[in-house]
């Protein structure tokens, strides 16, 4: 039962969020009268990340897809529900940026919580520097630690897309471009890691005059340091992305090789991603 549960969840999380969305509605009005409601919930909770299931009822897939569409903010494993609630209900982004600095005691918490918890060896590295980084958070030391983060994603990010050509797909994100077609064939689940990463990399070009963002941009980040860039809240902004990854790099470790902790080789990863 256990192998034939992990199977069905896999299956479920291929489905993209508002396929989701019109399926869970669809069953509930033809048959809903014959099913208890906790049931239908209990479906619907199965496809949100732990993290959101405690505010299942109040939220949907639809809020949470058209949330990770326009922000470099994830919602997967973090934040906790209660943040993740007010993140979703800000109007705009100086909103949610409030909210980034609001709970930055908890967000660091939250991101802690999960990285503590990844104990794979093929890991180790991303872990151990996401923690030294956020040690440095905590006494203060939020560029040093932003700097340390950023660095630490696009190393995960190499490794989930080897191919430097794949790669531009989540690492080149052009202004007011719409989601590509290929986030679009993404799991609930993938989709909500890596469409706030594809945010988080808008274009920016320093020498075409671009005016450095006051919100998190990898790119400012790296090729236009200043303190308009490297804040309190960018920090935990990409805490926050490279903590969701993490997440989900365990999580597909886990599904794809639950006997062989010591070399993990996922050819299905979107870059036929191997990591040892």
Known sequence: MATINAD??????????PVVESMLSQLQTS??????????????????PSNLRDIGDAI???EVHDFIEQEGI???LVPRGRTAARLLRAKDRSARRRVLGDC???LMDDCEAVLTNVAHPA?????TFALDGLGAMRRGHTRSAQAMFT????TLISRFYPDRNKRKAVTNREKDADVPESFNAMGVHEAMVWLPIWNAHEQFWKDKGDEIPRHYSRHASVHGVSSRQFSK???VQVLMLVTSLIGYAKQVIWLTSPGRPDVVRIAAWPGGAEFV
């Open 8 to 17: 069905l969840q896999k299956r479920l999380n291929s489905l993209v969020s």
């Open 31 to 48: 048959i809903g009268s014959f099913i208890d409601p906790k049931v239908i919930q209990g479906l619907k909770q199965s496809f949100l």
């Open 60 to 62: 949907s897939f639809r």
């Open 74 to 76: 994830p919602l997967y």
């Open 104 to 106: 930055f005691d908890t």
């Open 123 to 127: 890991l180790r590295e991303e872990v």
């Open 151 to 154: 660095v630490t994603l696009d």
């Open 233 to 235: 809240r960018n920090c």
